[in-house]
T-cell receptor, first 118, second 116 residues
Framework: GAVVSQHPSWVICKSGTSVKIECRSLDFQATTMFWYRQFPKQSLMLMATSNEGSKATYEQGVEKDKFLINHASLTLSTLTVTSAHPEDSSFYIC??????????????FGPGTRLTVL | AQKVTQAQTEISVVEKEDVTLDCVYETRDTTYYLFWYKQPPSGELVFLIRRNSFDEQNEISGRYSWNFQKSTSSFNFTITASQVVDSAVYFCALSERVYNFNKFYFGSGTKLNVKP
């Protein structure tokens, strides 16, 4: 149990286009989902936290107008990179916190989406 | 300041050697959690262990063992008799409570190369 999927697993797009990445909790409901970004050979950095039905909370330095997050249901959160540029090329990972989890820190990570902007 | 420090950027060992990956953390919370994750070249994070701040008992799981010492704010990870399949980037992470959810802070990772 507690599987998180991401789609697509990789995407290549042209500069200036928008890309949507989906994060789904397959066998549980997620109250909170988190989006991380990992540049090559670097660590994971939290971008934003999204709660179902409310606006996402962005970390300092992350442009909310560029990285649109929608957590429309308890099993789906989407990250849209708008007007992507080559510097947005990165590995994007989502994680989900299970509804009703007794251990508040429990997060389940998705397999990641590799975005390459040409 | 870094909340989680993994001073070793890259380690190379020969198969069957033991290797220890260091992790030092910083927090003011009395309740927190520490994690180790493995990230193979595919990129997917593989959960290895979670330890809460009240449980300082060391843990062993097969060839893996963890040494948690609150006095030195360290949570080190040892692989005994390393194998080529252990080659990956290993991340240490700290989880603190922020409002009603937890926030993860990842270290910079240690790349382990195990050579045959």
């Amino acid at each position: 149990g507690a599987v998180v999927s991401q789609h697509p697993s990789w995407v290549i797009c042209k500069s200036g286009t928008s890309v949507k990445i989906e994060c789904r909790s397959l066998d549980f409901q997620a109250t909170t989902m988190f989006w991380y970004r990992q540049f090559p050979k670097q660590s994971l950095m939290l971008m934003a936290t999204s709660n179902e039905g409310s606006k996402a909370t962005y970390e300092q330095g992350v442009e909310k107008d560029k990285f649109l997050i929608n957590h429309a249901s308890l099993t789906l959160s989407t990250l849209t990179v708008t007007s992507a540029h080559p510097e947005d090329s990165s590995f994007y990972i989502c994680s989900a916190r299970r509804l009703g989890a007794l251990i508040y820190n429990e997060q389940f990570f998705g397999p990641g989406t590799r975005l390459t902007v040409l | 300041a870094q909340k989680v420090t993994q001073a070793q950027t890259e380690i190379s060992v020969v198969e069957k050697e033991d290797v220890t990956l260091d992790c030092v953390y910083e927090t003011r919370d009395t309740t927190y959690y520490l994690f180790w994750y493995k990230q193979p070249p595919s990129g997917e994070l593989v959960f290895l262990i979670r330890r809460n701040s009240f449980d300082e008992q060391n843990e062993i799981s097969g060839r893996y063992s963890w040494n948690f010492q609150k006095s030195t704010s360290s949570f080190n990870f040892t692989i005994t008799a390393s194998q080529v399949v252990d080659s990956a980037v290993y991340f240490c992470a700290l989880s603190e409570r922020v409002y009603n959810f937890n926030k993860f802070y990842f270290g910079s990772g240690t790349k382990l190369n195990v050579k045959p």
